[in-house]
């Protein structure tokens, strides 16, 4: 428990500690805190376009302006390229978004908490 007047650790290192305590953020935290947020947002984007793709995909052979690519079946273009792939490719990429989701998570929370 902190002395009389003390702050605990976490407000120390968040500035609330007076002027002599500001920023004592370890710039290993800080950086932490900063990729570990970059990886979460990229991992966001990925899977946001992965669920997209029909959408994108579409909207892409619109703007061509092209009257074939506008006749072409995008979801159905999309299925027979998936099916290409082994079972194990999507198993794999919906366990990296799991183990990078839940990596971020505990790390942040990690962080937050020491």
Known sequence: MPGDGELPGTLRRLGHGGPDKLLRVPVATLLSWISLGLVVAINCVILYSNLTATASVTAAFARKGDPELAHIDVAALLKA?????????WILQNARHVIVFGAATLALTTLALT
């Open 81 to 89: 390229a998936e099916s290409g792939f082994p079972r194990w490719v």
